[in-house]
């Protein structure tokens, strides 16, 4: 685990322990603490990515050397000369860092063992009718009302034993953004000597990926989640076949889901619903057999498709879709029973939809 503790200077707990693979670089101006998957454009990830890092905070100034870094990571970053420490996360949010007005740490259950919680007191009743609504909470916000989740666009400066919040500039202009073929060209380098895994399913997005990937002559293997029986999983024997792609299979079965239970509460950091992990837990395990140490999926395609707005029909050319609607048909059927809260809590339930909604 990444434990950083907020004093004089920064100090990583169990730093060399075997579960953390934390890299660094320190140039004597500044001293860079990362860790996950970080590169940038046309890089190796990690070293040389990070120089590039460095090299573009001289010229340019932190928030556009930010703008640089792809991938899923957490940094942290110190300027040597003003003893000012930095903490951020990758733009696209995938990484979770946690913290208190003393505490840094990529692992929640790790956080609350340190921040010696009163559960009598510390638990946010707001927060957790929406974990318990969503499986997650939004804007920065957990169950415990100390501890928050740090944003894609927030920075984290640490400097006199105080912490602040500024916020990244990550406003592009859409007409220089990159085509698909740019995008993975620009990412091929970063994927050198990694076991890149690859989800393929009949959809457009995932064969999209693959044929970026034979295109640009970048290794990969296959995997897929299913039984043998569904035609994706067909479909994907097909494609590895013809493509001459090893293929894994995981098959989903409930049968030791009590005996997973638990392990899935470490697996997702006690942060999740972990019954609906349980499918991917298992897709996980068996890509971590075949040493899997980069996954690429077309899992974000969804977000281009015309049914999240389904609620607005037949008025599509509206200039501002009906949220109301939308939060209604994709957020509010998944709300629990309100037999299950106190009056307080049905209140704040009814708060909650309103707060959503608003952010």
């Given at each position: ?5 907020i004093?004089d200077?920064?100090?990583?707990i169990n730093?060399n ?5 934390c890299n660094?670089?320190?140039n004597?101006?500044y001293?860079?603490?990362w860790k ?11 070293d040389?990515s990070i120089n ?6 001289d010229?340019?100034?932190?928030n556009?050397a930010?703008?640089l870094l792809?991938g ?6 110190e ?6 420490k ?5 733009n696209a949010?995938f990484?979770k860092?946690?913290y208190t ?12 063992k340190?921040s010696?919680i009163d559960f009598d007191?510390d638990?946010s009743?707001?927060?957790?009718i929406e974990f318990?609504s ?8 957990t169950f ?8 894609y666009n927030?920075?984290l400066t ?5 912490i602040e919040i500024?916020?990244k500039n ?7 953004s ?20 690859l ?8 064969r999209?990926?693959?044929a970026m990937m034979?295109?640009l ?6 995997s897929?989640?299913g039984p043998?029986?569904h035609?994706d999983?067909?479909t994907?024997k097909v494609i590895?076949k013809y493509l001459?792609k090893?293929?894994?299979?995981s ?10 239970i638990?392990k899935?509460?470490?697996?997702s950091?006690g ?11 298992i897709?996980?395990n068996?890509?971590?057999k075949?040493?899997?140490n980069?996954?690429l999926?077309?899992?974000?395609g969804?977000?281009?498709?015309d049914a999240w707005?389904i609620?607005?029909f037949?008025f599509y050319?509206?200039r501002k879709?009906n949220?109301n609607?939308?939060?209604k048909?994709s957020?509010?059927?998944r709300l629990?029973?309100?037999?299950l809260l106190s009056i307080n809590?049905?209140k704040?339930k ?10």
């Amino acid at each position: 685990m990444i434990f950083a503790i907020i004093k004089d200077m920064i100090k990583f707990i169990n730093n060399n322990s075997s579960n953390c693979k934390c890299n660094s670089i320190d140039n004597g101006k500044y001293k860079v603490s990362w860790k996950g998957y970080v590169y940038t454009a046309n890089k190796q990830d990690g070293d040389n990515s990070i120089n590039v890092f460095l090299s573009k905070i001289d010229t340019c100034g932190l928030n556009k050397a930010i703008k640089l870094l792809r991938g899923h990571f957490f940094i942290l970053l110190e300027d040597k000369i003003t003893s000012t420490k930095y903490v951020f996360i990758d733009n696209a949010g995938f990484y979770k860092i946690f913290y208190t007005n003393e505490l840094i740490s990529d692992s929640f259950l790790e956080l609350i063992k340190k921040s010696e919680i009163d559960f009598d007191n510390d638990i946010s009743l707001l927060g957790l009718i929406e974990f318990l609504s969503f499986g997650k909470t939004h804007n920065g916000r957990t169950f415990l009302k100390n501890i928050n989740l740090l944003g894609y666009n927030e920075i984290l400066t640490i400097n006199n034993n105080k912490i602040e919040i500024e916020y990244k500039n990550l406003s592009f202009n859409h007409k220089n953004s990159n085509n698909i073929y740019t995008h993975f060209d620009q990412m091929k380098q970063s994927l050198q000597n990694k076991h890149v895994n690859l989800d393929i399913t009949g959809g457009a997005d995932t064969r999209l990926v693959i044929a970026m990937m034979e295109y640009l002559g970048i290794d990969y293997t296959l995997s897929i989640s299913g039984p043998d029986s569904h035609p994706d999983v067909k479909t994907a024997k097909v494609i590895a076949k013809y493509l001459g792609k090893d293929l894994t299979i995981s098959r989903h079965s409930i049968n030791n889901i009590e005996n997973d239970i638990n392990k899935i509460f470490i697996f997702s950091d006690g942060y999740g619903n972990f019954i609906d992990y349980h499918r991917g837990f298992i897709h996980e395990n068996e890509r971590n057999k075949i040493g899997t140490n980069i996954v690429l999926t077309g899992n974000g395609g969804v977000l281009y498709k015309d049914a999240w707005w389904i609620g607005d029909f037949p008025f599509y050319n509206r200039r501002k879709p009906n949220l109301n609607v939308f939060f209604k048909m994709s957020f509010a059927k998944r709300l629990f029973n309100n037999n299950l809260l106190s009056i307080n809590g049905k209140k704040l339930k009814t708060l909650l939809s309103k707060l959503i909604m608003n952010e």
